[in-house]
C-alpha cells in the first residue's frame, strides 16, 4: 500500500511539474519575436520604445552585444537583440529576475510600438 501511495504522489507531482513547465514556455515564447531588419535598427527602435512607455529607468546600455537593461514600474528587464540572418534580427526581454507574475504586459507594449514605428526607418540612400 505503502508503494502505490508513493507512486501515486509522484505521478501527481509530474502532472503540476509539467503543467508549470508548459505556462512557462507559452510565457517565454510571448518575450521573443522576430523583426525583417537589422540588428541595430531593431537596437535602437528598441530603445525608443521603452522611452515611449513612461516611467522607465535605463540601468545599462550594451550597444555592441545588443542588450539594454531597464527598469519600469520597480520591475527589472532585459532586452537582448540579436542577429539572425542577412537582414533579420530577434529581440528577447525577459524580466531580470525571472519572475513572470505580472505577465508579458511590458513585453506587448514594447512590441507594438516596434511594429508601430518598423515602417518608419530611413531606407539607404543609394
Aim: hydrophobic share 40%; charged share 15%; net charge positive.
Amino acid at each position: 500500500m505503502k508503494k502505490i501511495s508513493v507512486l501515486f504522489s509522484l505521478f501527481i507531482f509530474t502532472l503540476i511539474a509539467n503543467t508549470s513547465v508548459s505556462a512557462n514556455e507559452s510565457l517565454l515564447a510571448s518575450c521573443n519575436k522576430n523583426y525583417p531588419i537589422s540588428a541595430d535598427n531593431l537596437y535602437l527602435l528598441t530603445l525608443s520604445a521603452i522611452n515611449s512607455t513612461g516611467q522607465y529607468e535605463v540601468i545599462e546600455l550594451q550597444s555592441k552585444s545588443g542588450y539594454i537593461m531597464f527598469k519600469i514600474l520597480n520591475k527589472s528587464y532585459i532586452a537582448t537583440i540579436s542577429k539572425e540572418g542577412a537582414n533579420t534580427s530577434s529581440i528577447k526581454i525577459l524580466p531580470a529576475n525571472s519572475d513572470f507574475s505580472s505577465g508579458t504586459s511590458i513585453q506587448k507594449a514594447i512590441f507594438d510600438t516596434i511594429d508601430l514605428n518598423i515602417n518608419n526607418i530611413p531606407q539607404k540612400v543609394l
